[in-house]
C-alpha cells in the first residue's frame, strides 16, 4: 500500500507538474511503481524523491525513466544512498533531457 495510490493518482492528473514524495520511506521497489507511473506522463517535469530509501539498485529504474519522459527535467534524489557514479548517470541525463527541444516549458 503506502505510496501506491498515490501513484495511481499520478497517472491520471494528466496536468500535473510536480510531485514531491520526500521523507516517505520509497525504497527500491517503490521506485518500479514510481517509474510506471510517471514514464508516460504529459506535463510532469518535476520529481523530489529526496530523503528516502533509495540506493544504486534504483538507478536503472530512473534512467528508464528519464529516457523514456524527456519532459522531466528535475528529479531531485538527495539524502538517498546512491554513489557517485549513479548521480552522474542521472545527471547526465536530466542535462540531456534539459536541451530536448520537446522537453522546453512554456
Known amino acids: 500500500k503506502g505510496l501506491l495510490p498515490v501513484f495511481d493518482l499520478i497517472r491520471n492528473l494528466h496536468s500535473l507538474q510536480s510531485i514531491d514524495i520526500s521523507g516517505n520511506g520509497l525504497d527500491n521497489d517503490g521506485a ?7 514514464s508516460r ?6 520529481i523530489d524523491a529526496s530523503r528516502n530509501s533509495l540506493h544504486d539498485a534504483s538507478t536503472p529504474l530512473f534512467l528508464k525513466l528519464l529516457k523514456d519522459n524527456t519532459r522531466i527535467l528535475n528529479l531531485v534524489l538527495t539524502g538517498n544512498n546512491l554513489s557517485a557514479s549513479s ?6 541525463l536530466l542535462d540531456s533531457n534539459r ?4 522537453a522546453t516549458v512554456n
Open 32 to 38: 518500479i511503481a514510481l517509474v510506471e507511473a510517471c
Open 41 to 46: 506522463h504529459p506535463s510532469l517535469t518535476r
Open 87 to 92: 548521480r552522474e548517470k542521472i545527471n547526465a
Open 99 to 102: 536541451e530536448t527541444p520537446s
